[in-house]
């Protein structure tokens, strides 16, 4: 049978059945093959070198992706036909989660094979392809992304770099400035933006460090990910041959959204694979220092923070691979309908710009919780540079940033979400205006018979209904919801915990459908706390809405149907923090 698919956003208000969703559980031995391939690299190539690659050595960070292509780690995203793989987008995802663990070697791994690459394979003609992809993907030259410019951070297209065609119509003549850019320091190809003459919105090409007039700074000095080359790179009178542009004239602005796109997306997996990492060195110390005579790792305190950073690890990545099987689906649709095959790759992620952004957000601030979390489990040695959880703390924080901030991407929850509806792919305005004909009886009653998860799936429809009255109160307010950044970031909060929720709640419902009662207990304990601590979530965000733009008669009648719709039944929370605890201390490492 076919497999149901939502669109972008749609599962605001609509449900899907948990076999319909793709879980990590089922892998194939391609896929577990790979991912053991980019952990052997890492602990043979990687680790021993560290703390040389973090002087900064851009020469060995280099050659060190260099191994990489030769390993053909490089090429999975790129079709055979270019010197790739042409893996699946799970398989994607799987890599970017592995080479997460990496520091600051992931960081310069994904930004070549990410957006220092498929810009040219998703928008570039045939002979672009052929002269930058092939050798991209086998690591013969390396790859850059140029966007950002001093005045031109989140609002992209305001950068000032200019380009004008040369007398002769043979050349661009590009100047300008950009910075941040990451692999700067020994990048062989650069994926520029620029405005061409007067043009409002941003053009792409392809300009070689070995143009003359290309000048790269030196290295800036960053507080992580130290072994990422990061400098500024100017552009004086640089000759950018016009085959070189990227696509068409002026639709640079809408490459490098649908890029950033795909790099939100990929982020996510990035620190998935960093959260594990993290995890991993939390119960190892754990299961080693004592402390009063017993070992650490026996302390109610401790459980508890190893069992949360699992929980938080355990979510991102239910969600994480919902969606990266839902673009596989988009992009296979894409290409029966026509489309190229870089084209429909990119047109697939694109359309879930809803869940990239969430993912985004999500796993950088769980990466950033998780990591904080295993320096307090190390003490004091979690402060020393000895450790491996002191690099990962520093490298850490720039999730947050990269790839437009997390504040940027909370509003684009919201807005892309509300585009979508208005745009007629999901009723979501309908279903809202239903419930605020009676908002205070709009929570589902629980039946006198229920399943355990039919009892999850009823408190995720209440959450969906609980956003429901918060969006459609607001936008009803405000005239420009826009400018309310506070309430729409109290909704994008509902939004992002209800996706992960709901993830998480699918994929342990598939995972006891595959493995039957052996799968239940811990797995349910995971799940059950996770929607514990969403219902709060979900509750405080949507009555800080509610009281942000509805009057005093309105507000309690809106904060009466959140608080109902966000009720959910107690649990020995303790008891079950404990047995995920027990569990990842007696493997030593994460298994779930």
């Known amino acids: 049978m076919e497999k149901q698919v939502l669109k972008s956003g749609e599962f605001l208000v609509r449900e899907i059945n948990p076999s319909d969703i793709f879980i990590p559980e089922e892998f194939n031995e391609e896929q577990l093959m790979i991912a053991q391939t980019c952990r052997d690299f890492l602990e043979s190539e990687l680790y021993p070198v560290i703390d040389k690659i973090d002087t900064p050595d851009t020469g060995l960070m280099k050659q060190t992706l260099k191994k990489a292509g030769e390993l053909g780690l490089m ?24 080479i997460g663990a990496g520091y600051s070697f992931s960081v310069a791994f994904m930004a070549h094979t990410g957006i220092g690459t498929l810009p040219i394979m ?46 002769d119509g043979k050349h661009y003549i590009l100047n300008g400035q950009k910075m941040w850019i990451t692999n700067a320091g020994f990048a062989d190809t650069q994926v520029v933006f620029a405005k061409i003459a007067r043009d409002r919105v941003l053009s792409a090409f392809i300009v070689e460090r070995s143009f003359p007039g290309v000048v790269v700074n030196p290295d800036e000095h960053k507080m992580g990910i130290k072994g990422s080359s990061t400098a500024q790179i100017f552009y004086n009178d640089v000759k950018v041959p016009v085959e070189n542009m990227i696509g068409g004239r002026g639709e640079g602005f809408r490459i490098a959204l649908s890029i950033l796109h795909m790099g939100r997306i990929k982020l996510g997996a990035n620190v998935l694979g960093a959260s594990k990492k993290a995890i991993n060195d939390s119960v190892r110390y754990a299961n080693e220092r004592k402390q009063f005579g017993v070992l650490i790792s026996t302390f109610g305190s401790i459980r508890h923070k190893l069992a949360e950073q699992v929980i938080r690890t355990f979510a991102l990545e239910s969600a994480i691979y919902r969606v990266s099987r839902d673009i596989d689906i988009q992009i296979e649709k894409n290409k029966v309908e026509g489309m190229d095959k870089g084209r429909s790759s990119i047109e697939g992620i694109s359309h879930y710009a809803v869940e990239a952004a969430i993912l985004k957000v999500y796993g950088s601030e769980a990466l950033d919780f998780i990591i904080d979390e295993a320096v307090q489990i190390h003490g004091g040695m979690g402060y020393s540079a000895e450790m491996a959880v002191e690099r990962g703390y520093r490298d850490s924080r720039i999730n947050r940033i990269f790839e437009g ?82 309430v729409l970031n109290n909704i994008s909060d509902m939004i992002i915990e209800l996706y992960i929720a709901e993830s998480t709640a699918l994929r342990v419902s598939k995972l006891e459908q595959l493995k039957g009662e052996k799968a239940q207990g811990l797995y349910r304990n995971i799940l059950d706390i996770l929607v514990y601590d969403t219902a709060d979530k979900i509750r405080k965000a949507g009555n800080d809405a509610v009281n942000s733009f509805a009057e005093k008669e309105q507000a309690d009648k809106l904060v009466h149907a959140i608080n109902e719709l966000c009720r959910v039944s107690g649990f020995n929370i303790k008891e079950a923090r404990r047995k995920i605890a027990a569990r990842l201390t007696e493997d030593n490492k994460y298994t779930f």
């Open 75 to 98: 090429g999975i995203a790129i079709p055979e036909e270019y010197g790739g793989f042409g893996q699946s987008f799970v398989t994607q995802m799987l890599t970017a989660e592995t």
């Open 405 to 486: 901030t997390n504040e940027i991407n909370r509003l684009l929850v919201v807005d892309t979400a509300m585009k979508r509806a208005m745009k007629g792919d999901f009723d979501l305005f309908g279903k809202a205006e239903q419930l605020m004909s009676d908002p205070e009886n709009a929570a589902e009653t629980r039946p006198a018979s229920e399943a355990y998860f039919e009892e999850k799936m009823r408190y995720i429809r209440n959450f969906k209904k609980a956003i429901l009255l918060a969006i459609h109160g607001a936008s009803r307010t405000f005239d420009k919801l826009v400018s309310e950044q506070e």
């Open 122 to 167: 998703y928008y570039g003609n045939e002979m672009q392809r052929q002269n930058y992809v092939t050798r991209l993907a086998s690591g013969e030259l390396i790859g850059a992304y140029c966007l950002t410019e001093p005045g031109a951070g989140s609002d992209a297209n305001s950068g000032k770099t200019n380009a004008v065609l040369s007398e």
